[in-house]
T-cell receptor, first 112, second 113 residues
Framework: DGGITQSPKYLFRKEGQNVTLSCEQN?????MYWYRQDPGQGLRLIYY???????QKGDIAEGYSVSREKKESFPLTVTSAQKNPTAFYLC???????????FGSGTRLTVV | RKEVEQDPGPFNVPEGATVAFNCTYS??????FFWYRQDCRKEPKLLMS???SGNEDGRFTAQLNRASQYISLLIRDSKLSDSATYLC??????????????FGTGTRLLVSP
């Protein structure tokens, strides 16, 4: 079955550490996205990519980095510069003119 | 003004009730509209697209009013399993071949026995 796989499901980060969240899709979608969701808040766009080897900053890109070396993969690195990284991170993909996004099951990141 | 605004709720209704949610959007050029459902600590899942003529999927009916820039979702005969947060979602861009959706903060629904 086609879908988006995010890993790990839960991740704990120490202060000052960089961590990378994985996102893989086998839907053959060109566009991929990373969102952050905080309790009681909506989804906020971190980065997005319309095509391989290209990506753009979203609304809250500071402290994050991404790469898009393969169509299937769009990993997100949460760097030590992100001061409040504890959140639920969601990866999504979409067809160019399709109906909405397909989401992965998310990664819950906690700073310890 | 937020691009997409929803009443956060919660809406507390008994089983079998009919409940309606509204959502307003600020960009009059917005092209496509959706309702997503998000269960607690899970990812959002597409519930239904919203078409200009209105559309129905079982107990769920979605309406779009472009003149007033609002979208509605009606749930009839509520079930306990309908308890979730409902996200109003808008694509504010022209049909350029790329979607960059804007999500409302969601309306929480609690259906009780």
């Amino acid at each position: 079955d086609g879908g988006i796989t995010q890993s790990p499901k839960y991740l704990f980060r120490k202060e000052g550490q960089n961590v990378t969240l994985s996102c893989e899709q086998n839907l053959n979608h060109d566009a991929m996205y990373w969102y952050r969701q905080d309790p009681g808040q909506g989804l906020r766009l971190i980065y997005y990519s319309q095509i391989v080897n290209d990506f753009q900053k979203g609304d809250i890109a500071e402290g994050y980095s991404v790469s898009r070396e393969k169509k299937e993969s769009f990993p997100l690195t949460v760097t030590s510069a992100q001061k409040n990284p504890t959140a639920f991170y969601l990866c999504a993909s979409s067809e160019p003119r399709g109906s909405g996004y397909t989401f992965g099951s998310g990664t819950r990141l906690t700073v310890v | 003004r937020k691009e997409v605004e929803q009443d956060p709720g919660p809406f507390n209704v008994p089983e079998g009730a009919t409940v309606a949610f509204n959502c307003t959007y600020s960009n009059s050029a917005s092209q496509s509209f959706f309702w997503y459902r998000q269960d607690c600590r899970k990812e959002p899942k597409l519930l239904m697209s919203v078409y200009s003529s209105g559309n129905e999927d079982g107990r769920f009916t979605a309406q779009l009013n472009r003149a007033s820039q609002y979208i509605s979702l009606l749930i009839r005969d509520s079930k306990l399993s309908d308890s979730a947060t409902y996200l109003c979602v808008v694509n504010p861009r022209q049909n350029t071949g790329f979607q960059k959706l804007v999500f409302g903060t969601g309306t929480r629904l609690l259906v009780s026995p």
